[in-house]
């Protein structure tokens, strides 16, 4: 019996892409070995892998003169790895508005020390909010302005790039380019990727199991690198390789395209962003009305569609919240130790039953405690 996750990552993958997986596990459409098995440099497994970047490129509609690599060591390694391609003897800015992009800032600043610049910050109201645009000190000559499109532990998101300021924008048309770590919210809803230089997201939130790294870089950003790092930290020889510098995660890109694929049954990114709407707005709705016992510390502008901290009145009542909900089949909703309370990620493979589910609780939860 499967039970609702609300596991912030790995996170809870579609039922239908898993029942595929359990039956193509041991012979794929019949070829006589599973995926996992097959060479990746062999004829089926190119053909996969063709086809996983073009449903990659319907589903966000990227356009051509951008690269989509598979990589591993997650958003974590591309803290470092973006500076080491794209820094090229100049500084970069970046945008604080929570943990994640925090280890980004600290990671570049550990190789390139001042040449990471933190243009803004918002930990001054301890991340509850977007970076104040009237406090950014951006740099008009930046090679590339980073942000976090969607901090995974503290659930605040950006939905639209005029909430980062017109100062922003300036930048992005004076030809800096915006990097985005969207490993929480990649594939939400629909957004236009010619906005940015560069996308990257770890898969095991809202792309499919742990072990993949995805990046869609402008292809007149390869080439950059220092040649004083490893091959297989060059975007340029990993895009020249197909992604297939070394070997790689063959197993976790199948299950990603699996994922694309239901994706588009669902109706591409517009269908998906309407449920994942309706999800949000349903537990908002039940931390906003339950009168103080539930509270949400986040700007309403930048509430996170995809992971929703909150807390409860009154502490003492957390690990009673936590051993009940586990008993009612709902899974993972401990906070992070970093924010405390409680956290429900509902990234785009939890239906709306699974929420509802967890209001139900809440609900009878607080009748019960209140």
């Known amino acids: 019996m499967r039970l609702w996750n609300f596991s912030a990552g790995p996170a809870t993958i579609p039922l239908a892409v898993l029942e595929q997986v359990r ?20 004829k089926i497994y190119t053909g996969i892998y063709e086809k996983i970047v073009a449903d990659l490129r319907q589903l966000m509609d990227i356009p051509e003169d ?17 500076p080491m391609n794209l820094l090229d003897g100049g500084s970069a800015d970046y945008l604080t508005t929570g943990a994640w992009s925090e280890k980004a800032v600290k990671a ?4 390139y020390g001042d040449a990471i610049r933190e243009a803004g910050t918002s930990a001054d109201a301890s991340f509850t909010r977007l970076v104040d ?47 985005a770590d969207m490993s929480s919210n990649i594939l939400s809803r629909p957004m236009n990727v010619r906005d940015y230089g560069m996308i990257y997201a770890g898969a095991q939130k809202n792309i499919g199991p742990a072990g993949v790294t995805l990046v869609i870089i402008r292809k007149d950003l390869l080439g950059k690198a220092s040649k004083a790092i490893p ?21 976790a890109i199948y299950m990603a395209g699996l994922v694309f694929e239901w994706l588009l049954k669902q109706g591409g990114l517009p269908a998906i962003a309407k449920q994942n709407q309706a ?38 009542l957390d690990s009673v919240f936590l051993e009940e909900s586990e008993k009612a089949g709902l899974l993972a909703l401990k906070g992070h130790k970093l924010v405390g309370g409680m956290r429900a990620s509902i ?21 019960r405690h209140g």
């Not at 570049?108 to 190789?111: A, I, K, S, V």
């Not at 990234?347 to 009748?367: K, T």
């Open 66 to 82: 951008y690269a989509i690599l598979f990589l591993q060591g997650g958003a974590t390694l591309q803290f470092s790895q973006i």
């Open 133 to 179: 645009p009237a406090a950014m000190t951006l740099n008009p000559k930046a090679k590339y302005l980073h942000f976090c499109s969607n901090e995974t532990i503290g659930g605040v998101e950006v939905f639209d790039l005029k909430q980062l300021g017109g100062a922003v924008q300036n930048s992005v048309a004076n030809n800096v380019p915006l990097i």
């Open 108 to 111: 570049g600043q550990r190789l």
């Open 279 to 316: 999800k949000a707005e349903l537990l908002y709705k039940a931390i906003d009305g339950s009168g103080g016992f539930y509270a949400n510390p986040i700007a309403l502008d930048c509430r996170s569609w995809m992971n929703v901290p909150f807390t409860l009145k009154d502490k003492a």
């Open 347 to 367: 990234y785009n493979a939890m239906p709306i039953e699974g929420v509802q589910a967890l209001v139900g609780f809440m609900n009878d939860f607080m009748r």
């Open 231 to 251: 091959a297989l930290l060059d975007y340029a020889e990993e895009e020249k390789n197909t992604s297939m510098l070394n070997t790689p995660p063959t197993f």
């Open 23 to 42: 039956d193509e596990l041991p012979d794929w459409h019949g070829v006589g070995c599973g995926v996992m098995e097959m060479s990746h440099r062999g």
